[in-house]
């Protein structure tokens, strides 16, 4: 797989992360540092706060108490249009039901990021065709979402998350909603394409053998981190 380099921005770092929903923590004063380039899986049971550290660490929510920054980028201290800018052009996302728009074809959604960063129509299908081809979608795009399983949108979603060349590649549950066969080769190209692009993959999942695919996972239960391993090669 032979993916055009991003350019990097530096480490992902969280300090001291507090986030609250009444009196539960959500986050209980979590730190981590993502090193540019690196896969990380981020595991636990439901209602752990992996979910809410990924939205944390993307900009999407604000802790009560903490830092995220990019490099020297200080996410948590910009305003609400700053982080969605910042996500526009510097973070790609990944969900558990692709989220495709289920009007636009395959190549239509791969080149909507693109023209939300202000690329002209045509120059984002083209380069949206591209990420296609280079991924082996050729086949798909001119399918719509109704038109594709389970697998081939999560794949879709893959290139429509790189598409834009982001430093951080954000993945909510990729493979939950796919079976045990389909999940591992979505996996295999969500890992693949991320670390032939220079990429910093987040992952969040509560399956061991998705986490398997990163390079690094920690382990949260009660907003608090309790284990943090390198996964062999």
Do not use: W
Not at 197 to 221: I, P
């Amino acid at each position: 797989m032979n993916l055009p380099s991003i350019q990097r921005h530096g480490d992902l770092r969280a300090l001291e992360l507090t986030k609250t929903y009444g009196p539960v923590f959500a986050l209980d004063h979590v730190s981590l540092t993502v090193p540019s380039g690196q896969s990380l899986a981020i595991m636990g049971p439901s209602g752990s706060g992996k979910s809410t550290l990924l939205h944390c660490l993307a900009g999407i929510l604000v802790p009560e108490h903490g830092e995220v920054s990019l490099g020297d980028i200080p996410i948590t201290l910009q305003p609400d249009a700053a982080r969605s800018a910042l996500r526009r052009h510097h973070f790609g996302f990944v969900f558990q039901d692709g989220q495709l728009l289920p009007e636009l074809s395959a190549r239509e959604n791969v080149a909507l990021p693109l023209m939300l960063n202000g690329v002209r129509r045509d120059q984002a299908l083209v380069q949206a065709d591209d990420m296609l081809a280079r991924l082996g979608l050729h086949a798909e795009a001119a399918r719509r979402p109704g038109e594709m399983s389970g697998g081939q949108a999560q794949r879709i979603a893959i290139a429509r998350a790189l598409v834009h060349s982001p430093s951080v590649v954000f993945a909510d549950e990729p493979t939950g909603a796919l079976d045990q066969a389909t999940g591992r080769d979505v996996m295999r190209v969500l890992t693949g394409a991320t670390r032939s692009c220079g990429a910093t993959l987040v992952l969040v999942t509560h399956d061991s053998l998705v986490a398997q695919g990163c390079s690094r996972t920690v382990e949260l239960f009660d907003g608090r981190l309790h284990a943090d391993r390198m996964v062999a090669a």
